[in-house]
Structures are given as structure tokens and as C-alpha cells.
């Protein structure tokens, strides 16, 4: 029965049902309104779920696709010489392939755990949940959208959003945070916007056979299409005013980098989240690792690597290098930090540069092992901030110096935090080690120097996660504190759901590289018929 119902956008926009409905509750019944908008998150998970079971992984194309007409708007006809129709159109087209659903999933799944995580909250949890709900509805379309004006407009339905999670629920320097959020990211959609307007004025230019219906789009299939295989585009004729150069391109190459590097985050761009991940509430900062960074991942790969590949190529080493800075460097300032939510920060930081690392690889088993890690590291990040607002809640502290000895009168927490620290800096079993392990395997084939520096980062991360670890769970503790309740079920549960999953992609791997296999295969194919084409 689902199979006839446009499931993706039932799945983008299902939260909206819970937002509708906390409208009509009074802002009063705090248990009421956290009733709803933890349930209205496991609707969006149990469409996913079920979506996941009927993607079909022998295609590596797009699936499940709905097109409607959006935007059409005339242009002026009489500025090309026989024109019969001149518009800008722009549809609603979604789809997803073996690059959207794990993130799909992985946001239905972290936006539900993180919605539990949300008994922390203490005031006003109706516009609480209303803005969570309208964050998760733009991530899913962040991941499923498949025209670049629609693109870009979930991307900056997450902002405002977040701004006021932040800015309203955070600590101390909240407003401060929330700002430089604001500031970054806003930098970033406007380099974004810039490359997609130049996008749709170029190979979004196309006309009819006829010669007399012209139009521009921001479809990403039919501008993929006038970029690589399509002679006669308009785009790829050099005496055309609509001519994509090669300068361009490497423009466009740049201001994408940055745009989405922000998002990652890439050294130098990354203090602002820094301030994120130490004053957001706990729930918050489960999304904002968990699932954005993870937009700027999934546009590298969607904009920069499919649609520039050629500059992506003739900059790989560069994109290495800036990966490897991200993980020598996160790992570094991890291990010096006396804040527990800063390890955390600048190990994100250090992950993600890995993400980098194996897009550089330009081969499948580099492709696989960033995809891997940015579904892993979603999973572990949103653990370990879960369980920093757990120990947050009884301690009032994160620093590692009035941490200690948790184990034992919290050992439920301590027991959690200890395999979560262990997937992160990659023991075989967790998750953390696959993805870590096909990216650098994918880098060692095309880039073994920098291959071997980057097990410096791996190494780095495995003393700086036990140090802070080990020192929380069995370090000295003050004899003169209290007895600390240990998780409530409201903890407890997502806790036990992030470590299954963490185990489950530990264990059996395949059950995501099935999903990916296809689609990476036609990444790596197209990527490489472009480039050979070029050096032709």
C-alpha cells in the first residue's frame, strides 16, 4: 500500500504533523507536549525503515522519484530571436539512491533518540519541539532533493531552526553561539547560492529541438546531463553567452569546497562550531554532529565530486592535504583540551577529516569508506553527546580535572561511554573501524604518503579518547561526592539503540556497503569517464 503513496515526501514532511498538533496544545502541559514530539519522530523513522527495506540494491540509480510543477515563471520571449516560450521553472523532485537513504535513516534514526534526549529541557517545550520538528523536516529534504533551488531551500530551512535551539536552550555564551552559527553558515548558503545560480544560468540553459522553447532549470538530472553528455548544451559551446569555461568550473569548484567545508567543518572554517558543540543543548549538539555535519559531506560528494569532477581531480591532492590537516590537527587539540565536550568537538574535527581522506581517494573503496564513516560518526557522535548531558545533569561538569570515577555510581552511563569512546577512535567490531579502514585503504591506493601520515591521526585518537575516557570512568574521585542516579529510561533507551546499531555496522558491514555498492560504482565510473575524457 505504501508502495502507491509518494513515501518520500510522507517521510520529509510527516513532522510537520506533529508541529500542527503542538499548536493546539497549551504551553503549559510540559508532559503533554514532550509526548508528542517524541512521537511525532518515530512516524519519519517507521516510513524510513520501511523505505530502507524496499530499496532495491541491485540499481544505482534514483528511486521512489516524485516530480510535481512548482515554480514557472515567463521571461521576457523577445530577447531570443524566435522564441515561442522563455521561462525559469523549478520543480518539487525527490528521490534517493545508495548515497541518500543511509542518511535519510541516519537522520530519522539520531532525530528520534536525540527528541528523547530532550528531557533536559526545562522551559517552553512547545516552541521547543515545533522548531525541532521543523529542523528534521529540512534535513530530510536536504537528502532527498533533487533540484538545486529546492536544494537550497531545505538547507536553509535547517538555519533558523537551530539559531533559536541554540541561542534559546544553550548555556552560558548561547546567544554568542547561536550568532557565529548564524554568521558561518550564512556565508556558506551565500557561496552556494552563488554556484547554483551560475549553475542554472549556464548548463540549467536549455531548448527544445525546435529551436523556440527555451528555459532555465535547477533540475540536477537535467544539468548533469547538459554537462557531460550533451554536446550541443548550450553550456559546452564556447561563441554562447551561456558557455560554462574552465575557469569557471574551477571557480565554482572553490566556492562549493568552501561552502560545504564550512558545513563539515574544514580547517580553517571550523571554530564556529566549536562554540556549537560546548554551549547547545545536549539534544542539539546530537543533530548538529550527528546529522548536519553530515550535509556537508553529502554535498561535497553530490555537487563538488559528481558535478566538477574533472577540478575535484586536478585538486585531489589538495582535498588530501586539507584532510589530513583536519585529522592530524583535530586530534591534536583533542588530546591538549581539559573539556570534555571539546574533545568531542575537535575529534569531530579529526573524523570528518577522514571523510575527506577517502573522497580524495577517487576509487570506490575510498568513495565507500567516506560515506561509512559519515553514517558511523554520525551514530558515535550523537552517542557521546547523549552522554555528556547525561553526566552534565549530575555533575554540572564537564571538566575532565572534577571528573572521576563515574564507574562507581553510575556504571550503566560509564559502561555506555566506554564502548562509545572505543568506537570512536576505531576498535574493530564498531562501526568506527570500517569506515576508517576502507578510506584509508582507498587512499593508500592512489596516495600512499599521505596515507601513512594520516595513521598518525588514528593513532592520536586512540590516546586521546581512552585518556578522557578512562579518566571519567576510573580516574581519582572526590570523596566528598554525591550518590548520582543512574540513567532513567529516557537516557537509557536511545542509549542501548545507538550502541545496537554501532555494533550492528561493526558486525556486518553489509548491511550498508550492500546499499552503497551500486550507487558508489556509478559514482566511480562517471567520475572516471569524465576525467580520462578530459585528459584525452
Not at 9 to 19: A, D, E, H, R
Not at 343 to 353: K, N, P, R
Not at 385 to 414: K, Q
Not at 521 to 536: L, N, P, R
Amino acid at each position: 500500500m505504501l508502495a502507491d503513496l509518494p513515501i518520500l515526501s510522507m517521510i520529509t514532511f510527516s513532522p510537520l504533523l506533529g508541529v500542527l498538533i503542538l499548536l493546539f496544545i497549551p504551553k503549559e502541559n510540559g508532559r503533554i507536549l514532550r509526548t508528542i514530539g517524541i512521537a511525532a519522530t518515530f512516524i519519519p523513522l517507521i516510513l524510513v525503515t520501511w523505505l530502507f527495506t524496499r530499496f532495491n540494491q541491485s540499481t544505482g540509480g534514483f528511486q521512489f522519484a516524485e516530480q510535481l510543477r512548482w515554480i514557472r515563471i515567463p521571461l521576457n520571449k523577445e530577447s531570443i530571436q524566435g522564441a515561442t516560450s522563455f521561462m525559469l521553472r523549478f520543480d518539487y523532485h525527490l528521490a534517493i539512491d545508495g548515497l541518500s537513504l543511509p542518511l535519510v535513516f541516519l537522520t530519522a534514526l539520531v532525530t528520534a533518540m536525540a527528541a528523547m534526549a530532550s528531557v533536559y529541557i526545562k522551559k517552553r517545550w512547545k516552541l521547543f519541539y515545533i522548531l525541532f520538528l521543523l529542523l528534521e523536516t529540512g534535513m530530510f529534504g536536504v537528502f532527498m532533493a533533487r533540484d538545486l533551488v529546492l536544494f537550497f531551500l531545505f538547507f536553509e530551512a535547517t538555519l533558523i531552526p537551530v539559531f533559536f535551539l541554540i541561542g534559546i536552550w544553550g548555556y552560558m555564551k548561547r546567544e554568542q553561539a547561536a550568532v557565529r552559527f548564524l554568521i558561518y553558515n550564512g556565508i556558506g548558503s551565500a557561496l552556494m547560492l552563488i554556484s547554483f545560480l551560475i549553475l542554472i544560468a549556464t548548463a540549467g540553459f536549455t531548448g527544445d529541438e525546435t529551436g523556440t522553447i527555451f528555459q532555465y532549470s535547477g533540475d540536477i538530472q537535467g544539468i548533469m546531463h547538459n554537462l557531460f553528455d550533451n554536446p550541443q548544451a548550450y553550456s559546452s559551446m564556447a561563441n554562447s553567452p551561456f558557455f560554462l569555461s574552465e575557469g569557471m568550473k574551477t571557480g565554482l569548484f572553490f566556492m562549493l569546497l568552501v561552502a560545504f567545508g564550512i558545513k563539515l567543518p574544514l580547517f580553517p572554517f571550523h571554530t564556529w562550531m566549536l562554540k556549537v558543540h560546548r554551549e547547545a543543548p545536549p539534544s542539539v549538539v546530537m543533530i548538529h554532529s550527528g546529522i548536519l555535519l553530515k550535509m556537508g559531506a553529502y554535498g561535497l560528494i553530490r555537487f563538488v565530486f559528481l558535478m566538477l569532477p574533472e577540478q575535484a581531480k586536478h585538486w585531489s591532492s589538495l582535498i588530501a592535504i586539507l584532510g589530513l590537516i583536519n585529522l592530524v590537527y583535530g586530534a591534536i587539540l583533542a588530546f591538549k583540551q581539559k573539556d570534555f565536550k571539546l574533545v568531542l568537538a575537535y575529534s569531530s574535527i579529526s573524523q570528518m577529516g577522514i571523510v575527506l581522506l577517502g573522497l580524495a581517494a577517487f576509487n570506490e573503496t575510498g568513495i565507500t569508506g567516506a560515506i561509512f564513516q559519515s553514517v558511523s560518526h554520525g551514530l558515535i557522535s550523537a552517542l557521546l553527546f547523549l552522554l555528556v548531558g547525561s553526566i552534565y545533569e549530575r555533575t554540572e561538569t564537564t571538566e575532565l580535572d572534577r571528573l572521576g570515577g563515574l564507574a562507581s555510581s553510575i556504571p550503566f552511563i560509564s559502561g555506555i561511554l566506554l564502548v562509545a569512546g572505543f568506537a570512536s577512535l576505531g576498535l574493530p567490531g564498531l562501526s568506527g573501524f570500517v569506515g576508517e579502514l576502507l578510506a584509508f585503504l582507498g587512499l593508500f591506493e592512489s596516495m600512499k604518503i599521505l596515507a601513512v601520515i594520516g595513521t598518525l591521526g588514528i593513532l592520536l585518537a586512540a590516546v586521546y579518547m581512552l585518556r578522557a575516557v578512562l579518566k571519567i570512568t576510573f580516574g581519582p574521585a572526590d570523596a566528598n561526592r554525591p550518590v548520582y542516579r543512574d540513567a532513567r529510561l529516557a537516557e537509557a533507551a536511545p542509549m542501548i539503540v545507538l550502541v545496537a546499531f554501532i555494533l550492528l555496522l561493526g558486525l556486518y558491514p553489509g548491511i550498508l556497503s550492500h546499499t552503497l555498492d551500486k550507487t558508489v560504482e556509478g559514482f566511480s565510473q562517471h567520475i572516471q569517464t569524465i576525467v580520462t575524457k578530459a585528459g584525452e
